[in-house]
């Protein structure tokens, strides 16, 4: 019997953690544990946890361990405890109650490889938030998303179909992989990019990358590249400096030259991307105006 292991950091939103922890106690498939990284909560988060959840490993950071290196911290102690799979899991999802039955048979099918939650928002009827990626346009620095042709969501998708790369918000991952690629990354990608630069490696090391769509994960809201509130042009510049935004220029940089095999286009896909996201947040700003 294979053993799992659940890894979810967590920082200062002890109710949404709550919710999330209450979620694996309803799963059919208990054979499981599960192992919270606390990164310096101030809210409370941790005595929570001790009070409701005595079950749960909690594992504390001081603060700076962003997501990255929480994970690891969660990865090496499941490890340590004798873990055959591991699953990654933000605290911001829900899922239903036969989500870790439905990822252990899909394992049985595929044990050597990455299986990845499809994303749905939790209004009904669901909106198919993302669906793994497809493969990268190379002339647009951009992913080919699955998510936009298989919208709108339909439950009669089954299967497990082929991804470029997989979010770690819910990620499946065999103890093997670990074993022949390391961790993930969190000296170069310390908050964004190590869940999509780990896939990477891992199909490189010869590892499949599927994307499960019948096993989703519930979240509250889209989630919003540009972080939260409304930006102005300030501020959207500002994000490519900031380490925990999807926009920070150095892991953009480490992640072009890591996954492009032709060096020498390095220069010209930063302009893209870059030019990309430009055009992505003037685009929303005038589709904003257009419709006032």
């Known amino acids: 019997m294979c053993k799992l292991s659940i890894i979810i950091p967590v920082h200062n939103r002890k109710e949404i953690t709550r919710r999330c922890l209450q979620c694996l106690q ?17 809210d409370g988060t941790s005595k929570m946890i001790k009070i409701d959840f005595p079950e749960i490993i909690l594992l ?24 055959d799979l591991i699953l990654t ?17 899909a394992y049985k099918e595929e044990p050597r490889a990455l299986i990845g939650s499809i994303n749905l928002s939790q209004e009904k009827p669901a909106r198919l938030l993302s669906a793994g990626n497809i493969s990268l346009n190379p002339w647009t620095a951009k992913c080919i998303k699955r998510g936009q042709i298989l919208r709108p969501y339909s439950n009669t998708f089954s299967g497990l179909l ?12 065999p103890r ?22 780990f896939s990477l490696r891992a199909k490189k090391a010869g590892f499949d ?5 019948q096993n989703p994960v519930f979240s509250p809201y889209e989630p919003k590249r540009t972080g939260g509130k409304e930006q102005t042009i300030a501020s959207f510049l500002k994000s ?3 380490l925990h935004n999807p926009n920070y220029l150095p892991v953009l940089i480490r992640y072009n030259i890591r996954h492009h095999s032709y060096k020498l286009y390095i220069p010209f896909f ?21 419709n006032r």
């Open 26 to 42: 309803k799963q059919t498939d208990s054979n499981f544990d599960t192992i919270v990284i606390d990164d310096g909560s101030t």
């Open 60 to 83: 504390q950071g001081e603060g700076n361990l962003w997501w990255t290196a929480a994970t690891n911290l969660g990865i090496k102690k499941a490890l340590k405890k004798g873990a």
């Open 89 to 105: 899991l933000n605290d911001d999802v829900l899922i239903k109650e036969d989500y870790v039955e439905n990822f252990i048979k």
């Open 162 to 173: 082929s991804s470029y790369t997989l979010p770690g918000r819910g990620m499946l991952i």
């Open 176 to 197: 093997a992989v670990f074993d022949a690629i390391g961790l993930f990354d969190e000296k170069h990608f310390p908050h964004y990019a190590a869940d999509e630069d």
């Open 209 to 213: 990358v599927l994307i499960h769509t």
């Open 240 to 242: 490519f400096f900031i």
């Open 270 to 290: 930063m302009f893209l991307e870059i030019a990309r996201r430009f055009f992505s947040y003037f685009s929303a700003k005038w589709k904003k105006m257009k």
